[in-house]
């Protein structure tokens, strides 16, 4: 099991710029795929970006452009850099950790990932 703790959540104007950090530790297996999800109110959690052990990114398409997931794993710490910050990007932000698909790509749903951060909030006001 992966420990995952969030932090770097916060609230900005729109079209301001947070960075989100998740500290990871437990037993990093050597394929994985870490990835940021996010629940708004009234919401379904959904994704947001991922990364897999190769470094090869994916993101949703309300995000693309604005935002870029990394990881330093020097550090264990994923991050997620947050720009152009819109109303509709308010929500929770998880980070979350999973089994990548047998070609190495990362699955989009949460279910496919089974490790979890508690969430740190991000509010965005116009």
């Known amino acids: 099991q992966v420990q995952l703790v969030e932090s770097g959540g916060g609230s900005v104007q729109a079209g301001g710029s947070l960075r989100l950090s998740c500290a990871y530790s437990?037993?990093?297996?050597?394929?994985?795929?870490m990835g940021w999800f996010r629940q708004g109110p009234g919401k379904e959690r959904e994704g947001v970006a991922r990364?897999?052990?190769?470094?090869?990114?994916s993101y949703a398409d309300s995000v693309k452009g604005r935002f870029t997931i990394s990881q330093d794993n020097a550090k264990n710490t994923l991050y997620l850099q947050m720009n152009s910050l819109k109303p509709e990007d308010t929500a929770m932000y998880y980070c979350?950790?999973?089994?990548?698909?047998?070609?190495?790509?990362?699955?989009?749903?949460?279910?496919?990932?089974?490790?979890w951060g508690q969430g740190t909030q991000v509010t965005v006001s116009s």
């Open positions: 979350a950790a999973g089994r990548p698909r047998w070609n190495g790509a990362c699955y989009t749903g949460a279910a496919s990932f089974d490790s």
């Open positions: 437990g037993y990093i297996y050597s394929s994985i795929c």
């Open positions: 990364i897999n052990s190769n470094g090869r990114t």
